[in-house]
């Protein structure tokens, strides 16, 4: 052991121990956004030992700026990752870290989720030479004496995974728990949780997964039978529009602050005799977010753990609202770019056939950092195209998608294009979401006059649904404060609004994302076979779980075989997803 102990000089301790305090503020700041739960396994002191090894290498040669450069680069990953798990409450899925095109599309979001506190990771780093000392030609490099303790470490490390059933097995089920979804990163540090995920990516269905799926599926084939509606609302619709709203939430609907309607619009929609409202409809969506929002409501689908489906899945087979218009006119309308988010290729796996996006509008009018085209603009030209029977023209059939843009983060208005003024004492990003809000109301307002208006209103549903929450990491400040306390509501609660649907009235009980899509089918008499992996409205169930599996809602009186069932859901959306089963 003589080598060991002669390793231990002043250059690599100093490194090794900047490193090893790299990782421990990490695991510390990382645990202040979540849960501190991850703290408490032996996992996380013996990986963090053993990452901080792997780090410290350019100190056995005495590199000083080159010690001090790789734990920059890792500060930096992990800052990317803080700022991650802000707005998606997970780190940064492996095959996300190749997607530089879409971070890029959405600086202005990222600078808005950066923390203070996140910079003492890169203070950490640069501090590293000063650890290290006075730089020193070393003499003679104690490489077997580093390549022992790397060995020892990384054994225990090994010992420590095998004892929750190895690595890839140990994270997937905590990736499943409500408490510990988030611990990963923590308990096996960032690249442990990649080297994870991309151990579960090349894995090949076990006989295990397989009869699990099989049983889920059967089950709920018996679920379906027991609680949904026998009977459909009403004759089967000719023409729909779904306007599928950026981060759009229930709450702003009816409110009024400062004398002002916040959203006129909606407010007058949702009180329409011939509309259908649910105010309480949980926003469930993972890493994906947008994309993974019409996965849920469009394909009936759960989003995936450690995957964005649209970026690794696309070209899977999906039953898809828009195919239930086989033969008709499909289109999606957007501001934003074909290829953010794989939109492009998931539009055509959902069955769409037609693109109107980013290069297809007159961009004269932009919102927002990447400016994009603002929704005002957006429904002008696509009411145009409407009127002009370029899109869905009146005595055709189809559907039409529109995906919104402005209300995404960081919720900023022109000055001049606010069609609300909030002058009181907000917490931050209140008033910001509320005018952003506003300003798309107002567009929607204009969109669904248009479409009632047509010769053929009576054959067309308009169904307009949030994409997501949309306050993340704020709400929890917006709750603490005085003006917040009381109107915005503590759950990501998204709207679904059916014009013309055949049934009319408010839907009270909590409902997930997942059952949109079960909800339409039913609604709408939509000729999709595929039941969706959630439950229509009519099933009544009152309760939903979120991404992160946190029960929502009312179990009093369940099932409780029921209620397993609703939250194995996810984990067989996955494996569907992951091994194309359907």
Known sequence: ???????????????????????????????????????????????????????????????????????????LVMMSNLIYCRTYFNSI????????????????????????????????????????????????????????????????????????????????????????????AVIYTIPGTVAAELMEGHSEITDGERAFVEAWMADHDHFLARYAAADSAGPRVRNLVVVICESLESWPIGLRLEGQEVAPNLTRLVGDSAVWYAPHVLSQVGNGHSIDGQLLMLA?????????????????????????FAGDETWLMSGDKPATWN???????????????????????????????????????????????????????????????????????????????????????????????????RALGELVDYLRGRPDASETAIVIVGDHEGLAAYRSDMLAHPAGRGVVAPEGYVPLIVVNGGRSGVHEPVMGQADVYSTLREMLRLPLAYPGMGFPASANLGFAFTYQGELVGDTVGADPALVRHVADAPAVSDLVIRHNLL
């Not at 003589?2 to 510390?28: P, T």
């Not at 053993?50 to 790789?70: C, F, G």
């Not at 006075?134 to 010992?159: F, H, T």
């Not at 059939?397 to 919104?404: D, E, L």
């Open 1 to 75: 052991m003589e080598k060991v102990r002669r390793l231990w000089g002043r250059g690599f301790a100093g490194g090794w121990l900047a490193a090893l305090a790299l990782v421990l503020a990490f695991d510390l700041l990382w645990c202040y956004e979540t849960t501190f739960r991850g703290l408490g396994f032996a996992g996380t002191y013996v990986n963090a030992l053993a990452l901080a090894t792997v780090l410290a290498l350019p100190a056995l040669w005495h590199r000083r700026w080159a010690q001090m450069a790789v734990l920059l680069v890792m500060s």
């Open 93 to 184: 899925p492996a095959p996300s870290y190749m997607l530089a095109g879409n971070v890029a599309d959405f600086t202005a979001s990222i600078f808005d989720t950066l923390r203070l506190r996140d910079f003492l990771l890169p203070a950490i780093a640069l501090l590293a030479p000063v650890a290290m000392g006075p730089r020193v030609k070393p003499i003679n490099v104690n490489g077997g004496g580093y390549l022992i303790v790397l060995l020892i470490v990384m054994a225990v490390s090994a010992a420590v995974a095998l004892a929750h059933g190895g690595l890839r097995s140990h994270v997937g089920r905590l990736r499943q728990e409500c408490y510990y979804a988030t611990t990963p």
């Open 300 to 324: 009936g689908m759960y989003p995936m753990r450690n995957f964005v489906y649209a970026m690794r899945f696309a070209d899977n087979r999906y039953h898809a609202i828009p195919q239930a």
């Open 343 to 441: 939109q492009a290729r998931v539009a055509s796996a959902f069955g769409i056939d037609s693109l109107r996006m980013e290069q297809s509008w007159d961009r004269s009018e932009m919102i927002g950092r990447p400016a994009r085209l603002s929704d005002r603009a957006l429904v002008d030209q696509a009411v145009a195209r409407f009127r002009s029977g370029e899109v869905l023209a009146e005595g055709k059939n189809g559907y039409v998608q529109i995906v919104t843009y402005t209300g995404h983060n960081p919720f900023r208005i022109p000055e001049e294009l606010k069609t609300i003024k909030l002058q009181g004492d907000y917490p931050p990003k209140m008033a910001d979401y509320l005018t952003a809000v506003s300003f798309t109301d």
